[in-house]
Structures are given as structure tokens and as C-alpha cells.
């Protein structure tokens, strides 16, 4: 998991770690990464004349660990954009070395 994990993938973590299916290793999501909802459309409010509009709604309907809206990894690896470049795997590497410690 990543800053950049989002959506449905974000939930699947959550999942995960809420129900100790799996170890989640990486960075902590973004804030509210596990708010979801949808947009809805709407065309001229009231009896004005007010422009075509939309609203997003927001829903929290996922048990989670989340602390104040992050979810954190059970490992905390960074991701180093450097480390990829240079044809590395840092964060894969590091997990690596956890399992052959166990």
C-alpha cells in the first residue's frame, strides 16, 4: 500500500487489516482515503435560475484501524522514487528480509 492507494484497493486494505487477513506493508494511505461516494447531477435548483450543478456525497460505511482518517501499514517501508529508478525495489527487498528473519 501507498500514499497513492486509492478506491476500491484502499477498502481491500482495510478489509485486510480490520479482519487480520493479511499484513499490510508500504506507506500509510492518504488521509479519508477510505471515504467513498458518488456524484450526483443535477440541472436548474429550485424555481431559479441557477446554473447546472453537481453534488458529492460521502459515505464511511467500512469497520476500520484507521487512526484520525489514516490508515497505517503493520510495516512502514517508504517508498523512494530514487530506489526505482535506479532499477532497485526497495520496499520489495525490505519485505524479503522480514520474511527470511521469520
Request: charged fraction near 20%; charge should be negative.
Amino acid at each position: 500500500m501507498s500514499r497513492n492507494t486509492s478506491s476500491i484497493a484502499a477498502s481491500f486494505c482495510n478489509i485486510l487489516q480490520y479482519n487480520g487477513s493479511a499484513t499490510l506493508v508500504g506507506e500509510p494511505l492518504c488521509r479519508n482515503a477510505l471515504c467513498f461516494g458518488e456524484t450526483v447531477t443535477g440541472e436548474i435548483w429550485l424555481s431559479s435560475l441557477l446554473y447546472e450543478t453537481s453534488i458529492a456525497t460521502t459515505e464511511y460505511d467500512e469497520y476500520t484501524l484507521a487512526v484520525d482518517g489514516v490508515l497505517m501499514p503493520d510495516i512502514a517501508i517508504p517508498y523512494i522514487a530514487e530506489d526505482y529508478l535506479s532499477g532497485q525495489d526497495a520496499m520489495l527487498d525490505k519485505v524479503l528480509e522480514i520474511i527470511k528473519q521469520q
